[in-house]
């Protein structure tokens, strides 16, 4: 079962890191060849937006990713905690359950906050402004 887990983790994350990749070297190709124009336009912006989203992911899982760590090893203290402590495994359950809600709000909070367009369209709806009363 943990294998299994382990191994969907790493296929996740080498399909992300490959597109990422790929996405960068086109960036990189298109910035070198400016004179060949090999790429039309609507191609060019799919690039750099595609590498611009991958690198505002990367960038708020990676701080969102530090809270949840602590979720995860409460989580592992109730799955694995001696089974004479049932208060503070059942305290460890809960605590993971805090840890993983703060985790999306602060991946929520990031994604709005380093990102110019995803902050305009999120004030063209109202999100922001009702979250300040």
């Known amino acids: 079962n943990v294998g299994h ?6 296929a996740g994350i080498t399909i992300f890191l490959g597109a990422f990749l790929y996405n960068f070297y086109s960036l990189r190709q298109l910035s070198l060849h400016k004179s060949t124009r090999q790429y039309s336009v609507a191609r060019s912006f799919q690039i750099r937006e595609n590498v ?5 992911i990367i960038n708020a ?14 989580f592992g203290f109730y799955l694995y905690g001696p089974p004479e402590w049932n208060f503070y495994r059942f305290v460890s359950a809960a605590l ?4 993983m809600i703060l985790f999306c709000l602060l991946f929520m909070f990031l994604a709005i906050q380093l990102d110019t367009i995803f902050q305009k369209e999120f004030n063209n709806i109202g999100v922001i402004v009702m979250t300040r009363k």
């Open 5 to 10: 887990q382990l191994l969907t983790m790493l």
């Open 52 to 56: 611009r989203i991958f690198k505002l």
């Open 61 to 74: 899982f990676s701080k969102a990713g530090g809270v949840s760590t602590a979720g995860f090893a409460m």
């Open 96 to 99: 993971f359950d805090l840890f």
